[in-house]
C-alpha cells in the first residue's frame, strides 16, 4: 500500500515558540493532503484540507494564523503550530489522498511545557 | 448531537468470538462509509470502505450500511488477539472516501486468548 511518513513523531516545546510538522506521501504524488488532532480518549478531528499550489481549506473553529499549512510539493504538505500553548498539546495526524483512498501518516505528538 | 456516534467500550471477547462494532451517524448525505483500525500512537489504518448501503466482505470482516436507519456494523468472526485495538468508524459526504472525513470516537476492543 501506500505509504505516508511523518515527522517528528513526537516533539515536546517551550510555550510560545512555533514547531513544524511534516508530512510525506513516499511513493505516491498527492494533490490533497488533510490534517487532523486527537485529544486523549477523542476522535479525530479533521483541522484543513491541504491543496497543493493553493491555499488550506480550515475547518469551523480552527484558526488559520495559528495553524499554517503550505503544501508547496505533491509530496509535501507542513503544519506549523506557532505561539503554541499547553492547550495545543495533542496527537496530530496527516493523511493524503491516494486516487481516492486516504493514506494515513503515524501522527505526532505535541507537548508543550 | 455529535455526527457520528461510537460506543467507546471497552469491549472484551473470548478469542474466537464474533465481534460486533456499530456506529450511528445523522447526516444523510454521508456517501462513503469507512472502518479503520487504529493502535495506540499510531495513524489509523483502513480496514474496509462502503459506498452507500450495502454489505461487503474481507476474509474474516464484514462491513455492512444501513442508510435508512443511519446505521453501520463491521462484524469479525473468529476473532483473534492480533484483533485487539481501536476500531474507528468514519463517514465522508466529499468526493471520496478520502475527503472530510468524520470520525467516530472509537471502540477500544480486546480479544482474550
Known amino acids: 500500500g501506500a505509504v505516508v511518513s511523518q515527522h517528528p513523531s513526537w516533539v515536546i516545546c517551550k510555550s510560545g515558540t512555533s514547531v513544524k510538522i511534516e508530512c510525506r506521501s513516499l511513493d505516491f504524488q498527492a494533490t490533497t493532503m488533510f490534517w487532523y488532532r486527537q485529544f486523549p480518549k477523542q476522535s479525530l478531528m479533521l483541522m484543513a484540507t491541504s491543496n497543493e499550489g493553493s491555499k488550506a481549506t480550515y475547518e469551523q473553529g480552527v484558526e488559520k494564523d495559528k495553524f499554517l499549512i503550505n503544501h508547496a510539493s505533491l509530496t509535501l504538505s507542513t503544519l506549523t503550530v506557532t505561539s503554541a500553548h499547553p492547550e495545543d498539546s495533542s496527537f496530530y495526524i496527516c493523511?493524503?489522498?491516494?486516487?481516492?483512498?486516504?493514506?494515513f501518516g503515524q501522527g505526532t505528538r505535541l507537548t508543550v511545557v | 448531537q455529535k455526527e457520528v456516534e461510537q460506543d467507546p467500550g471497552p469491549l472484551s471477547v473470548p478469542e474466537g468470538a464474533i465481534v460486533s462494532l456499530n456506529c450511528t451517524y445523522s447526516?444523510?448525505?454521508?456517501?462513503?462509509f469507512m472502518w479503520y483500525r487504529q493502535y495506540s500512537r499510531k495513524g489509523p489504518e483502513l480496514l474496509m470502505y462502503?459506498?452507500?448501503?450495502g454489505n461487503k466482505e474481507d476474509g474474516r470482516f464484514t462491513a455492512q450500511v444501513d442508510k435508512s436507519s443511519k446505521y453501520i456494523s463491521l462484524f469479525i468472526r473468529d476473532s483473534q488477539p492480533s484483533d485487539s485495538a481501536t476500531y474507528l468508524c468514519?463517514?465522508?459526504?466529499?468526493?471520496?472516501?478520502?475527503?472530510?472525513?468524520?470520525f467516530g470516537s472509537g471502540t477500544r476492543l480486546s480479544i482474550r486468548p
Open positions: 468514519a463517514m465522508s459526504a466529499g468526493y471520496s472516501s478520502a475527503s472530510k472525513i468524520i
Open positions: 462502503t459506498y452507500s448501503s
Open positions: 493523511s493524503a489522498d491516494n486516487r481516492g483512498e486516504a493514506f
Open positions: 447526516n444523510s448525505a454521508f456517501q462513503y
